[in-house]
């Protein structure tokens, strides 16, 4: 465990919590979310894909539509650079954390149809086509993403799916051997997009291909109820983008982090195994974040049950962004079988953030975020503060240190010191029994097919 300058469990040097302004759930506010998650039929895209976030690496952002392959062949659109991440994903190390989409976005096809009216891509750029590159991915023990678009053009102005065209692109990337699609919304109305995503969901099962559905939809209307109804969403799609796309840089992460925090009590309840919220890509690896700003990405990533889509050039990624990434503990956190996606549950007037994600087996993980820009500050907190229930005794280990503190009983004050931008971040479980009452609940809940939420 970090811990403050000569700091030790239960015996800190900083402050008490409570003189700054912690800010806890009110019972209200709890009883609220229960509520609102006990009302949401369980129905969901029972496709079987994706039952923890999908984990890969997806070209965008860090790619973009570069289509210069004469100027820049290295790093253009095309299946050279398709080819060599998926020899990276196989062989540093990635696939057997679980990072097994390779992921196409837009910019691959040709500016036409051809005279079947099917979808190709750019002969010069895919010389082999897509179902080659398939073939390759496959046999790396790799699956292949790619991206359409429901509506007239791509966002890229690329050939888009319009409505007619729905089942034929559905069977095109089908043939292709693809296993997953984004359909994004550019070039599209509402009514348009309130057709097609579930158009497009009964083509894919159609197909008879397993093929995890990447919906853009929710993004193009907000991301909030009324206009966005997360019970039809969950039900046509795996994944689904809600909010503005990530750049490379923090301010962008802080952006994306402060839409889906304040917006918690609706997108929370949404998500769990086979339908998640997709806050975009990790930019880990890239230019815009410092180390301790790549640590928080991941961390809040993994907390809100994020899906895990790197886009960054592995074939020259730093060891340091690698080890972020490749972290085993956080892997395992965001793939939690129980896809429970974490709230932030303190806000405190110092800057401090905590966020809380359930876990299977009565364990949690949790995430003290500093927004601070003077210094690293020494938090002092106690698991009873953080609603943890007063009597149960933890085994705590720091995801980031690997430390282990044994022993800490709920009511200990123990302390961290978080750089500014930067994260601590725990797995805590419980040794002693009985399971405490609100794990109790929340698995309930979940066994009956609800979403649980936090309380
Ligand atoms: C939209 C999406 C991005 C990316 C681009 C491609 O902006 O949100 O993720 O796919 O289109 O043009």
Redesign the pocket.
């Known amino acids: 465990m970090a811990s403050c300058e000569r700091g030790r469990v239960g015996e800190s040097l900083c402050a008490p919590a409570a003189a700054m302004g912690m800010v806890v759930p009110s019972a209200l506010a709890v009883a609220v979310a229960v509520a609102m998650a006990l009302a949401l039929p369980s129905v969901a895209l029972e496709n079987g894909l994706a039952r923890t976030p999908p984990m890969g690496w997806l070209a ?2 860090r790619f ?2 570069n289509v210069d392959c004469r100027a820049d062949p290295h790093n253009c659109i095309s299946e050279r650079l398709f080819f060599e991440m998926a020899d990276r994903l196989a062989e540093d190390g990635w696939r057997e954390l679980g990072y097994q989409y390779i992921n196409i ?3 691959w096809s040709a500016k036409q149809r051809d005279a079947m009216g099917r979808l190709v891509p750019d002969p010069e750029r895919f010389p082999s086509g897509i179902k080659a590159l398939a073939d390759y991915v496959h046999a790396k023990g790799l699956k292949l993403g790619i ?1 359409g ?1 429901l509506g007239k053009y ?3 102005g690329y050939p888009g799916t319009t409505l007619d065209y729905v089942k034929q692109d559905a069977q095109t990337f089908a043939e292709w051997g693809v296993d997953m699609l ?1 359909l ?1 919304g ?1 070039y599209s109305s509402e009514e348009q997009q309130a057709k097609g995503y579930p158009e497009m969901a009964r083509a894919l099962n159609a197909t008879g291909r397993p093929i995890v559905y990447s919906c ?1 939809w929710p ?1 193009y209307q907000g991301g909030l109820p009324p206009k966005v109804n997360y019970t039809i969403l969950a039900e046509n799609c795996n994944l689904w ?1 809600n909010y503005d ?1 990530i750049q490379d840089s923090w301010d962008s992460v802080l952006s994306i982090l402060d839409w889906f925090f304040t917006n918690q009590d609706v997108l929370q309840p949404a998500a769990g195994p086979g339908h998640w919220n997709d806050p ?2 990790l930019i880990i690896g890239n230019f815009g974040l410092s180390y301790e700003q790549s640590r928080s990405q991941m961390a809040l990533w993994t907390v809100m049950a994020a899906p895990l889509l790197m886009s960054t050039d592995l074939r020259s990624i730093s060891p340091s962004a690698k080890e972020i990434l490749q972290n085993r503990l956080m892997i395992q956190i965001n793939q939690d079988p129980l896809g429970i996606q974490g709230r932030r549950i303190v806000k405190e007037k110092s800057h401090i953030e905590v966020f809380l994600r359930p876990l299977s087996q009565a364990a949690s993980a949790l995430v003290f975020f500093s927004r601070r820009t003077d210094m690293p500050f020494c938090y002092t907190t106690s698991l009873a503060k953080l609603h943890f229930p007063e009597d149960a005794v933890y085994e705590v280990q720091d995801v980031y240190s690997r430390k282990i503190i044994s022993g800490l009983k709920a009511g200990d004050n123990f302390s961290v010191v978080i750089n500014p931008s930067g994260v601590v971040m725990w797995h805590l479980r419980p040794t002693t029994l009985p399971v405490q009452p609100w794990h109790v609940v929340r698995q309930q809940a979940h066994s009956e097919g609800l979403h649980p939420v936090l309380l």
């Open positions: 965008w952002e973009r539509c976005d837009d910019c991206y678009d791509t966002c890229g984004k994004d550019c853009s993004a983008r796309d975009d890509m």
